[in-house]
């Protein structure tokens, strides 16, 4: 059963955010949420935990005064460079000779030894994947159960991160007075708040562009194939127009985001300028020139990403190429974006129609507001769905004891005769 709340942080390099989810008789009734601004975190790694642990306690003590609720259990994400994926497989015997239905109990079987197979002192396994089964000499199969085979194997799909990053993480949030409750990959979590069902058919790719890591993931008939994490992100056009202008990058990304334009700088009217203040004087700064900086740098990032891409998959092949980041909302970045991979790509938005509607209240979320929360957003629909996407629907419980003790019976009278 679920609690009276679910709260979810989403721990970046630029601002932590939170979401505080209330429920009532199983269904969401409010919202609470806040961010706050962060150095304490860089492509994913925690750089200074006393700053982190004060943040995180400054957030979360907000929005129990706001909530009323006394929170202690979080869904949190985890991402950057110490995400490691890695494909394992196991094969098991279903009967010495001739024949057996799949049982329930023979997946659970391969899909754990193919998880101690893959599994590493080093790492912490975040989400396993079944990419598929096989079955005697028929492969790809996505749902064996019920069917007969001398042998059952599996490819699992494993994300993983480093020990330490994840021993790390968890003594940061018990410091700050919680525990992690669900641990997930942030792209995974970003990914159940904007796919929709439609997703499921052919290639879709999410692209998070994130402060100075870029995430990317690929589904295939809606299960994970494939994911790409990359050094750059929308502060590298910030640190552009930094270096570029010789200003501070906090001005530099004021600047951005009023005045950033991607495309043409010819475009710009050449008398259109921006007023710096520097030291004690105003010095006037060329649009067209800022429009210049920010174009080469996102050129530079969408060509970067389209290289990756093209290591992993034909791009004829995408059917849905779906990207989220604030750095998204400068004019014109989508369609330069778009111009450079020959696809169309589509700005992010929440799917599920229950936080949608609650969403439509809050005047945080309005607009396009909602980007700067989407992976805790995306961590509440894990939370609420309780399975990992990607995963196979294996079973369905029984509503009542009768049920499960007929299931049961029929499970091990399969798995003997």
Known sequence: ?????????????????????????????????????????????????????????????????KSGINIKFLSVNISGQDIITKHSSAIIPLAERGNKVITLSDMHLVNEQARILGSS?????????????????????????GLYSHKLEVDLYL???KLSSVQSLSRVINQSGYEIKDLSFSGIATSKA???????????????????TTEILIFRGGLLKD????????????????????????????????????????????????????????????????CEILTNSANKACMQIKDALEKKIALYEVNNFIIVGRTMLLDGFIENFERILSLPVKLGRLT??????LIMEKNELS???????????GLICEALEKKPLGTLPLHQPAKNFILKAYNKIKEVYQEYF
């Open 1 to 65: 059963m679920l609690s009276n709340y679910i709260c979810a942080l989403d721990i970046g390099s630029s601002k932590v955010t939170a979401v505080l989810a209330e429920i009532r008789k199983k269904k969401l009734v409010n919202f609470f949420l806040d961010s706050v601004p962060i150095k304490s975190v860089k492509e994913g790694v925690i750089v200074d935990s006393a700053g982190l642990t004060s943040s995180i306690t400054k957030i979360l003590k907000g929005l129990k005064n």
């Open 121 to 145: 002192l080093e790492d912490e396994i975040i989400h396993m994947i079944p990419l598929g089964y096989t079955i005697d000499s028929k492969s790809n199969i996505v749902n064996p159960l």
């Open 159 to 161: 994300l993983c991160a």
């Open 194 to 212: 904007v796919f929709n069902p439609q997703f499921r058919e052919g290639v879709s790719i999410l692209c998070d562009l994130g402060s100075d």
């Open 227 to 290: 994911i790409e994490i990359l050094r750059l992100g929308g502060g590298d056009l910030t640190k552009g127009l930094s270096d570029a202008l010789r200003i501070p990058e906090d001005l530099a990304e004021d600047i951005k985001r009023s005045y950033g334009v991607i495309g043409n700088p010819l475009e710009i009217g050449e008398d259109k300028e921006i007023l710096v203040k520097k030291s004690e004087f105003y010095k006037p700064i060329k649009q067209r020139l800022v």
């Open 352 to 357: 599920n129609l229950e936080i949608v509607s």
């Open 367 to 377: 607009g396009h507001k909602y980007l700067k929360y989407l992976t805790s957003l």
